[in-house]
């Protein structure tokens, strides 16, 4: 195991065994590197690995603190990556969504009440023909989060949005306006909040992936003309 790799094993021993938690302050450098029997240069280079994976938040002049190790805030890492894919690459990230999505969803069938459904016809409402790409991904993120949101799960709920970034969504939305399949889209967000509304969770499932697989389908054509 490499010295920088070892630090930051131990770094993690630490965390894990509860020696140091969420919002808790590191020893000093010079006492950390010494207790842990490592170097300061290899325990430097680990706290800026785990600092930009989110783990570590190095503060200067104060020191260095655990994050809240809150899910959305550990895989941010995960939507920079897949800002950086091509159509081709983000099939397969897709597919993984299409997997965790309705399950999220089968989820939330149960546990929305009426205030929350309401909230999602408003949403919907809220787009027209003369909404903006920027404003078709707001309400995308929206919708899509509230739902799997809704399912209780923070792991699962941050996992899926960082499945499908705001980039790509852009993308996504971009592409859909030039073949002017908006309104098919929004009738596909209205028919899957219908299926929530009823409690029917088989069919809200069964709803969302045949709309993830529509644009699935829509980037695997965009990744083969391009």
């Not at 790799?5 to 450098?29: H, N, Q, T, V, W």
């Not at 950390?32 to 002049?61: C, F, N, P, T």
């Not at 941050?158 to 002017?180: K, M, N, P, Y």
């Amino acid at each position: 195991m490499a010295v920088t790799d070892e630090a930051i094993f131990k770094i993690k021993e630490m965390i894990l065994s509860g020696e140091i938690g969420p919002g808790d302050r590191l020893p000093p450098e010079k006492e950390l590197s010494e207790r842990l029997g490592l170097s300061r240069s290899s325990m430097r280079e680990a706290i800026k690995a785990l600092e930009v994976i989110r783990v570590l938040d190095v503060r200067r002049g104060d020191g260095t603190y655990v994050t809240s190790l809150e899910p959305r805030l550990l895989l941010e890492a995960l939507s920079f990556v897949v800002d950086l894919h091509a159509d081709n690459s983000i099939l397969d990230l897709f597919a993984v969504r299409r997997i965790l999505e309705p399950a999220a969803v089968a989820l939330a069938a149960v546990r929305m009440d009426a205030a929350a459904i309401a909230e999602l016809r408003d949403q919907i409402r809220s787009v027209s023909d003369s909404t903006s790409v920027e404003g078709l991904v707001e309400h995308d993120l929206e919708f899509h989060g509230a739902i799997v949101a809704a399912a209780g799960n923070s792991y699962l709920a941050s996992l899926v949005d960082s499945l499908s970034s705001s980039t790509v969504r852009a993308r996504i939305w971009r592409g859909l306006t030039q073949e002017h399949a908006v309104a098919r889209t929004l009738a596909e967000h209205v028919s899957i909040v219908d299926a929530l509304e009823r409690g029917d969770a088989d069919l809200a499932q069964a709803l969302t992936i045949v709309h993830i697989s529509g644009v699935e389908q829509w980037l695997r054509d965009a990744a083969v003309g391009s």
